[in-house]
């Protein structure tokens, strides 16, 4: 059994900081690429960053050059540092792994940026 388990979200100010992490564990085999995607109610989920076991990495436009994504292979850990944070920033974040067999979702965490 895959589990994603996912912290960091909360509330903040605009213009202030936060820290995403999934921790990805269970029997997941040759894992491809590990991501954030981001939604909002009535909208669709939209990508945030991805990055490859290599190291390769893919952001929004959106969030280039304020937002961070990394990954620790040995611990199956992705995370997100979230700079300058922007009020359109705000939705429920969800970390995506896509692994040779199959692709798991986390259940999600709220980030909310104030104004």
């Known amino acids: 059994q895959v589990q994603l388990v996912e912290s960091g979200g909360g509330l903040v100010q605009a213009g202030g900081s936060l820290r995403l992490s999934c921790a990805a564990s269970?029997?997941?085999?040759?894992?491809?690429?590990m991501g954030w995607y981001r939604q909002n109610p009535g909208k669709q989920r939209e990508l945030v960053a991805t990055i490859t076991s290599g190291g390769s990495t893919n952001y929004a436009d959106s969030v280039k050059g304020r937002f961070d994504i990394s990954r620790d292979n040995a611990k199956n850990t992705v995370y997100l540092q979230m700079n300058s944070l922007k009020p359109e920033d705000t939705a429920v974040y969800y970390c995506r792994v896509v692994a040779t067999l199959q692709t798991y979702w986390g259940q999600g965490t709220q980030v909310t940026v104030s104004s």
């Open positions: 269970g029997s997941i085999f040759s894992i491809i690429a």
